[in-house]
């Protein structure tokens, strides 16, 4: 609760002076992803760094994206400098590598028509203040299960966080994403129906870190 206490402060601070900008979009999706999946579906035949064995990443931040009530903005007309490479660089022990982060800007980070410094700041609060289910606890200890018990093992363990904020997603048998909607101060809020459209697959399994 304390953590979700400090992404509020650090919210109304980061959005403070952007109020007018921000009306071209309406909420965030926070995406949360599944490290293992991708590497095993992906990563591992590209060799991409966030799959070396020895980082044992697990869940990692995909992005604060920018999301109207129904799709999304992407790749926006900026005015705002490109993220600096230390910039990148504080984002890469959360986001597996410091090409994800500059992906996420150029796609998602543009369109919040924030400095790149106050998106990864406002990224990294979202990120550390929901409480991500452990690899050893259940349900992801379970070789196979369900969808829905994964969010409600999420909402038991962050409170602040109700049914219709949160969605999980699968590809190909595999947990891929975790996704919460906030508002732009960064507080939970109601997703709209198109994120909402998750895992369809009534069992799915969780891959343990390379």
Known sequence: ???????????????AGHSAKAQMFDYYVLSLSWSPSWCQLTGLKRGAEQCDGTRDL????????????????????????????????????????????????????????????????????????????????????????APTSLIDSVLRDNPQLQPNNLVVTCRKGLLHELRICLDKQLSPRRCGRDVLRGCSDPYISAPTPP
């Open 1 to 15: 609760m304390q953590k979700f206490i400090q992404i509020i402060c650090v919210g109304l601070w980061v959005f």
């Open 58 to 145: 697990a869940w990692i931040l995909h992005g604060l994206w920018p999301q109207y009530e129904n799709g999304w903005p992407k790749f926006c007309k900026t005015t705002q400098p490109a993220p600096t490479p230390k910039q990148l660089k504080t984002m890469r022990h959360i986001m597996g590598s410091e090409g994800l982060a500059l992906h996420a800007w150029r796609k998602h980070g543009t369109c919040a028509n924030l400095a790149a410094d106050d998106y990864f700041q406002a990224s990294r609060a979202a990120f550390e203040a929901i409480r991500k289910p452990d690899q050893l606890t259940l349900p992801l200890s379970e070789q196979r299960f």
